[in-house]
Structure formats: structure tokens, C-alpha cells
């Protein structure tokens, strides 16, 4: 059964920055490339990053590229994402999720997603 459990969220200063988890189990990380969403209240879930279960390639949306930075730790079995510089529209639930491949076309479609975490509150203050 595959599981994902993110943390890391919390209150930040504008400007500030996170990292936020995705834990998951090796052999998750292994068969799948992992992703990143936010949903903000009132507004759609978007995808920001995924990372390639293969070569490790990434693909982010344009808004935060730059500022975040998806990662894997195969040994902690955990993908990250850090965040800098961030803004006050950066306020959401982020969350992680499963797809088979991570791709500029796949990662912000939800429909490819397959596995989500319960995701991360992320405020960040103006």
C-alpha cells in the first residue's frame, strides 16, 4: 500500500523559507515519480514540481521556478521541497502524490496522479 505523509509546513515571514516532506517508502520512490500540489482556499489544486522515479529530472511550474527546489533522499526515503523567497500567495495546503512519469506535461495534471498525502499547511505572513 503505498502511503504518503507530508510535514514541514508551518507559519513563515515573507522572504522566508521551508522545506517541506513527502515520506515515503523505498520501493515508492523507487516505482514512482513524486510530485508537489498546493490548493489555496477558494482556489484549484495546482501542481508546482515533480521529480523523475528514473534520472531524477524535474519539471516546475513557471511561478515558483527559481524559488523551489524539488529533491529526493532515497536513503531517507523522503522528497523534498524547499521554498525561498516566499510570498504571501504562497499560503496553502501543500501536498505530495504519486505519478508513473514526471514530465513538463504531467506535472501539474491531477488527473495523473495517483497517491496523495494528506497534506501540509503553509501560511506565510505579509
Known amino acids: 500500500q503505498v502511503q504518503l505523509v507530508e510535514s514541514g509546513g508551518g507559519l513563515v515571514q515573507t522572504g522566508g523559507s521551508l522545506r517541506l516532506s513527502c515520506a515515503a517508502s523505498r520501493s515508492t520512490l523507487y516505482d514512482h515519480a513524486i510530485g508537489w500540489f498546493r490548493q489555496a482556499p477558494g482556489k484549484e489544486r495546482e501542481g508546482l514540481a515533480c521529480?523523475?522515479?528514473?534520472?531524477?529530472?524535474?519539471y516546475y511550474r513557471d511561478s515558483v521556478k527559481g524559488r523551489f527546489t524539488i529533491s529526493r533522499d532515497y536513503g531517507k526515503s523522503t522528497v523534498y521541497l524547499r521554498m525561498n523567497s516566499m510570498k504571501p500567495e504562497d499560503t496553502a495546503v501543500y501536498y505530495c502524490?504519486?505519478?508513473?512519469?514526471?514530465?513538463?506535461?504531467?506535472?501539474?495534471?491531477?488527473?495523473?496522479?495517483?497517491?496523495w498525502g494528506q497534506g501540509t499547511q503553509v501560511t506565510v505572513s505579509s
Open positions: 502524490a504519486t505519478l508513473m512519469v514526471c514530465s513538463y506535461d504531467s506535472y501539474y495534471d491531477t488527473e495523473k496522479y495517483e497517491h
Open positions: 521529480i523523475s522515479s528514473s534520472d531524477g529530472s524535474t
